[in-house]
């Protein structure tokens, strides 16, 4: 570039210019230029002022924040199990610090039959549902869970009532039959729960699954204690409410638990069913989480699940489209949701929404920019359809 | 952050002369701060006074127009970075693409399902919102043939070519009723920022995978006095999903945070892009497609450019942004007490639901589309669904025994008889020690609720 065309740069970007310590101002210097100069000067002046201001313009900086706290990791599977790690964040995007361990999902086995699931799910599973180790091992041998969630369904005393005793048998039959980490739910009897995890949570010592659930309903002490004999982690349920699920962790601290040894569920709403009341808990809990709130610091965890009881998920209508696509796209959109607002881990249903929900989880824990991105600069005239 | 109505106050003429319609200066501030009137309504205000509350009342992100009068949609105007915070403003635009290589009828028959796209829910009508042309051939005599013909259709369009010269020729047809110029790019900034400024539209600035580069672009554009901008990050898909969220968080950090006036802008996503090259099948590619616009709606976008029409893949993106622009502001609550439908009289059923709005309005419609002659029963709940108030004690035996009184319903059936909700199962006995009502439980979902009393009674 010559010196008068740098010069021209310059006036550009300023009203005025400085060199070394001689100060010129914009009248002067084009009395100053020569004729035809002058003409392009101003021609620059005068489209400057067409706009309606000179624009100062700064460095882009991306727009990283520090975070004072962090939350815990906690490790599900220990023993005769390939252990899991969740949570351990330290920021709340990726382009600020990725995630260390990506989001998690546990698929839903039952230790009855349940021939009320819809289905798309029991299509993939009805040769299994007789056995709660069959099914399980189903989910992780051709749908590659991470982790299975049995629920003791068949404990509830309106269900089949089935023993402490019994609910022990089939943990110790899930057990054998995979290697991945557990968590064990119950039927949701506030009386039953309490004796029935406590059974199952013995007969699967030194395991460490994730007892679900802990909540203010029921004996949340039984279940803390039955965590802390057999090293187990707690599922820390509250509905909706950061407060209920403050107090909640608190009191589970009290009992010898540690913010590695909790994982909070704080209820996760379907899509189209109040999911932006979770959208928001999940995102304040986070948010409080990386302020330094050491109550609320634990990895989160979603009921993903409950997308299949939305009507758009299961309900025979023309007009909607077949349920065989509306009902995984409705567990998809209600997983990934979750997890785009800071949710660890899923439990979920359907082995197609598992697989995206994987998928976009993956990308969590790689940095930024790091992946080759195809040139897409040409889509208008490339996309077919 | 937020203005106060202090803030504007000071800059009002405070004369409380009430032409804008409110008792005074102070009141007209606080309507202004909190976005429920106008700041034009002000009409003794000076053009000078005008300009600076303008400009402290401007949204972090700038709303954008796209198309005018009755065919129109806006864009942008947000505030925060997370809706509880406030509430989200303008909901994201859901657009679908046409594009110029398409046979007559096959072009015909798209344009019918777009205008004809719609899903109601809890009493609203969801739809889509404009329609993309693009310019898939480059050649400029089709293109200007497909924009003629979308200029009849009733959604507001978005231009899609990247050669200025087939841009103008469209702008020529159809550049009156501003259409969304897409897009400006380094390669052709100048001529696209030109027209943009010719036909008064706004312009979309599509700077894939480099916000660097994307703020001197916008800087660029504002410098030669555009307004209303678009911001296009690219739209990466698969492993580059990651990359393009966080692109797009970046933009709105910087917009509300940092009031960096270069991304003060909406920003669009294409997920119709997860179709390039895919040789997936066509639902998988649906069920993809869905899947990637429901990650950019969760995160700050205000536009997205669809290829797929199937309502399946549509319904649950409408239902999600319907989630997600509900003012959290608002109670979430109907009026509690007693509904009556149909021809009601002594012999009539009784049901029972919560006063959650969408329990209540889902109950609602499920009621009326069956045609179901029936009181109604709704439970203060505090705006709670029935599994989540029976979780957290709102739905017991006393509350409905206390309802049961308050409305008077005893003088108004001939019998003591009421069905609750499937959910509420476990609560069933607690009734009918409360209240002395025989209680049944109904379906676990209101839709069969009306062949539930047809069948039963
Ligand atoms: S019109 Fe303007 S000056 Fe008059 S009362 Fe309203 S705000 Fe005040």
Redesign the interface.
């Known amino acids: 570039m010559d010196k008068m065309t740098q010069l021209l740069k310059l006036l550009e970007n300023t009203k005025s210019i400085e060199i070394n310590d001689f100060r010129m101002d914009f009248d002067e210097l084009e009395l100053q230029l020569m004729p035809a100069v002058q003409q392009v000067v101003q021609q620059a002046v005068q489209t400057r002022k067409?706009?309606?201001e000179?624009?100062p313009?700064?460095d882009?900086k991306?727009?990283i924040q520090d975070y004072p706290g962090k939350v815990a990791e906690v490790q599900l599977g220990k023993g005769s199990r390939k252990p899991v790690y969740l949570g351990g964040q330290q920021a709340l995007?990726?382009?600020e610090e990725a995630q260390p361990n990506a989001p998690v999902v546990t698929f839903d086995v039952f230790d009855i039959p349940m021939p009320g699931l819809p289905r798309p799910i029991r299509e993939h599973f009805s040769d299994v549902m007789d056995h709660p180790g069959e099914w399980a091992k189903k989910a992780v041998k051709e749908f590659g869970a991470n982790m299975v969630t049995i629920h003791l369904i068949g404990t509830g005393p309106k269900v089949m009532d089935k023993s402490p005793r019994e609910a022990a048998n089939d943990i110790e039959e899930v057990l054998q039959a995979v290697d991945v980490p557990l968590v064990i739910g119950a039927s949701g009897d506030p009386v039953k729960d309490p004796l029935v995890l406590e059974k199952a949570a013995e007969a699967a010592q030194g395991e460490r699954c994730l007892l679900a659930s802990a909540n203010l309903?029921l004996d949340y002490q039984k279940v803390a204690q039955a965590a802390v004999n057999n090293d187990h982690a707690v599922l820390s349920w509250s509905?909706?409410d950061v407060n209920m699920q403050k107090t909640l962790n608190r009191y589970l601290l009290k009992e010898g638990l540690t913010q590695n040894d909790i994982v909070m569920d704080p209820?996760t709403?379907a899509?189209?069913?109040?999911?932006?009341?979770s959208?928001?808990i999940m995102?304040?809990t986070r948010?409080a989480a990386l302020k330094g709130d050491t109550d609320l610091q634990m990895p989160m965890s979603s009921g993903t699940t409950n997308a299949w009881?939305s009507?758009?998920a299961w309900?025979k209508k023309e007009?909607?489209?077949?349920t065989d696509?509306?009902g995984?796209?409705?567990e998809?959109?209600t997983g990934?949701?979750m997890m785009?607002?800071g949710v660890d881990i899923f439990m979920m249903l359907h082995p197609?929404s598992v697989k995206?929900l994987r998928?976009?989880g993956?990308?969590?824990v790689?940095d930024?920019?790091t992946?080759?991105?195809?040139d897409?600069?040409?889509?208008?005239?490339?996309?077919?359809? | 952050m937020k203005v106060t109505a202090m803030d504007i106050y000071k800059l009002l003429p405070k004369t409380n002369c009430e032409d804008c319609g409110e008792a005074s200066c102070m009141a007209f501030a606080t309507k202004l701060s909190e976005k429920e009137t106008d700041l034009k309504l002000c009409t003794p205000l000076d053009p000078e006074g005008m300009e600076k509350l303008e400009k402290i009342l401007a949204p972090a992100v700038r709303e954008v127009t796209i198309g005018k009068g009755d065919k129109q949609v806006i864009i942008g105007g947000d505030e925060v970075l997370?809706?509880?915070e406030l509430t989200y403003y303008n909901p994201t635009a859901l657009v679908i693409?046409v594009?110029d290589e398409l046979e007559e009828s096959e072009l015909e028959e798209r344009i019918k399902i777009i205008e004809n796209t719609e899903f109601e829910?809890t009493g609203e009508l969801l739809t889509l919102d404009a329609i993309a042309v693009?310019?898939?051939?480059?050649d400029r005599q089709k293109f200007i043939k497909t924009v003629s013909r979308l200029k009849n259709s009733v959604y507001p369009l978005i231009l899609?070519?990247?050669d200025p010269d087939n841009m103008k020729a469209a702008l020529e047809v159809v550049g009156d009723e501003r259409p969304l110029i897409y897009a400006a790019?380094e390669n052709n900034l100048e001529e696209m920022a030109k027209l943009a400024l010719d036909y008064q539209c706004p312009v979309a600035l599509?700077v894939?995978?480099d916000?660097?580069k994307m703020?001197?672009l916008s800087?660029s554009l504002?410098?030669?006095?555009i307004k209303d901008i678009v911001l296009d990050p690219?739209?990466?898909v698969?492993?580059?999903?990651?990359?393009t969220?966080?692109n797009f968080?970046?933009i709105r950090?910087?917009a509300v945070?940092?009031k960096?006036?270069?991304f003060r802008f909406p920003i669009m996503g294409?997920p119709?892009?997860m179709?390039?090259?895919s040789k997936e099948d066509s639902?998988t590619k649906?069920?993809?497609e869905?899947?990637v616009a429901?990650?950019m709606l969760?995160?700050y976008a205000d536009m997205l450019i669809f290829?797929g029409t199937?309502?399946?893949?549509l319904?649950?993106v409408l239902?999600?942004r319907?989630?997600?622009f509900?003012d959290?502001r608002k109670p979430?609550a109907v009026d509690a007490g007693l509904y009556e439908f149909g021809d009601v009289s002594e012999d009539s059923p009784v049901v029972l639901t919560t006063n959650?709005a969408?329990t209540y309005y889902t109950v609602e419609g499920d009621l009326k589309s069956g045609k179901a002659n029936t009181y109604l029963l709704v439970l203060d709940t505090e705006g709670r669904?029935v599994d989540?108030s029976l979780?957290?004690g709102q739905l017991n035996g006393k509350s409905v025994a206390d309802l049961i009184k308050e409305t008077d319903i005893e003088n108004k059936v001939n019998h003591k008889k009421m069905i609750i909700p499937g959910l509420a199962a476990p609560v069933s006995g607690e009734i009918e020690d409360d209240s002395g009502w025989e209680v049944a439980v109904g379906p676990?979902?209101s839709?069969a609720v009306p062949d539930y009393l047809l069948e039963k009674l």
Not at chain 1, 271 to 277: D, R
Not at chain 2, 134 to 138: D, E, M, T, Y
Not at chain 2, 310 to 313: R, Y
């Open positions: 067409a706009a309606s000179v624009l313009m700064e882009f991306p727009p995007y990726r382009f309903d509905i909706t209820t709403c899509l189209g069913y109040g999911i932006e009341f959208i928001d995102t304040r948010l009881g009507r758009e309900m007009e909607w489209g077949p696509y509306r995984p796209i409705w998809i959109f990934l949701t785009l607002n197609t995206l998928e976009i993956g990308t969590f790689k930024y920019m992946t080759d991105l195809p897409i600069s040409d889509w208008i005239t490339q996309l077919e359809g | 997370y809706r509880y693409d594009h829910r693009r310019n898939k051939s480059g899609c070519t990247m790019t599509f894939p995978g916000l660097e703020k001197q800087h504002r410098s030669q006095g690219g739209t990466f698969g492993d580059g999903i990651g990359d969220l966080d968080v970046m950090r910087l945070e940092e960096d006036e270069d294409i119709a892009l179709r390039l090259g639902v649906g069920i993809k869905a899947t429901a990650t969760n995160k290829n199937d309502i399946w893949e319904i649950p239902t999600l319907q989630g997600l509900t959290p979430q959650f969408l669904a989540v979780a957290g676990r979902d839709s």
